[in-house]
């Protein structure tokens, strides 16, 4: 078990070398608003499964360095606080909606839909929500994208008001895409459904060789995907949190092997 990395202290380090190496920071909306592409962008990404408290604690951390990120919060008790993303959006954070009707309602793609409105209405009545990501519940046959890859629903996008979908309306080709799924950093590795179509390869051995890559920013574009609750603030959360992420991991290991 690596000691250093899935830290704050870890994290801080990563942010440092990204607020250096990209002048342009943005939201996950702001990057969607745009007629096109940047030539030179960082997009900080966090999926809130559970745990929202991490969520506060890292959101913090990047508004003490100037930095705002995009938050996606599922509609279950274990993500959605609305005191804590109320506190996360004073910050300047982006608050996104990390759906996953499709798993809920297995399968059934009008029960899917209805679900998606009543928890998107839900959630503006909080905060505004302008972007979505799915969540990916690898333990679960279904891609909850397949509610949009259709034109109707593209169109059913646009009518509820949503920028787009991070998967699905983000052209990735020359976009490197760093993920700590499977609280590893490489693309293949304990990773079902998280993965985009690029052309940069941003796979890693190990937090410090993804630290070189952010220092040097070799690539002009970067998003870079955090789950908060995998990082920890002390030693006793880092052991139990690599405990439940590899119990995770072999569930993973398992459901891939059967499906």
Same mark, same amino acid.
């Given at each position: 078990?690596?000691?250093? @990395? $899935?830290? &704050?202290? %870890?994290? +801080? @380090?990563?942010?440092? %070398?990204? +607020? +250096?190496? =990209? *002048?342009?920071? &943005?939201?996950?909306?702001?990057?969607? %608003?745009?007629?096109?592409?940047?030539?030179? $962008?960082?997009?900080?990404?966090? /999926? !809130? @499964?559970?745990?929202?408290?991490?969520?506060?604690?890292?959101? *913090? &951390?990047?508004?003490?360095?100037?930095?705002?990120?995009?938050? =996606?919060?599922?509609? +279950?008790?274990?993500?959605? @606080?609305? !005191?804590?993303?109320?506190?996360?959006a004073l910050m300047g954070h982006e608050i996104g909606y990390h759906y996953e009707n499709l798993s809920d309602t297995n399968g059934d793609f009008s029960l899917a839909y209805g679900d998606f409105v009543k928890n998107l209405e839900n959630f503006r009545k909080v905060v505004p929500i302008e972007t979505i990501s799915m969540h990916g519940r690898p333990l679960k046959p279904?891609?909850?994208?397949?509610?949009?890859?259709? /034109?109707?629903?593209?169109?059913?996008?646009?009518?509820? *008001?949503?920028?787009?979908? !991070? =998967?699905?309306?983000? /052209?990735?080709?020359? !976009?490197?895409y760093v993920t700590d799924t499977g609280r590893n950093w490489s693309q293949s590795k304990s990773n079902r459904r998280d993965t985009v179509m690029s052309a940069v390869s %941003?796979? $890693?051995? *190990?937090?410090?060789? &993804?630290?070189?890559?952010?220092?040097d920013r070799p690539s002009d574009k970067l998003v870079f995907q955090i789950h908060p609750e995998r990082w920890s603030a002390d030693y006793l959360e880092h052991v139990a949190q690599f405990g439940r992420d590899s119990f995770i991991n072999f569930a993973k290991l398992i459901a891939s092997r059967v499906a």
């Open positions: 078990m690596n000691q250093t @990395d $899935f830290t &704050l202290e %870890a994290y +801080k @380090d990563y942010l440092q %070398a990204i +607020k +250096k190496g =990209y *002048s342009q920071i &943005l939201t996950f909306a702001e990057l969607m %608003a745009m007629p096109e592409q940047p030539a030179q $962008f960082c997009c900080i990404r966090h /999926d !809130v @499964d559970r745990r929202p408290q991490c969520a506060l604690r890292m959101a *913090s &951390l990047e508004a003490e360095l100037g930095i705002r990120a995009t938050y =996606y919060f599922r509609a +279950k008790s274990c993500s959605w @606080d609305e !005191v804590l993303v109320q506190e996360i279904y891609d909850n994208r397949d509610l949009w890859r259709t /034109d109707e629903g593209q169109s059913r996008l646009k009518e509820l *008001s949503i920028l787009g979908e !991070v =998967y699905l309306n983000i /052209d990735y080709s020359s !976009v490197a %941003a796979s $890693f051995t *190990s937090g410090e060789e &993804l630290l070189r890559y952010l220092t």
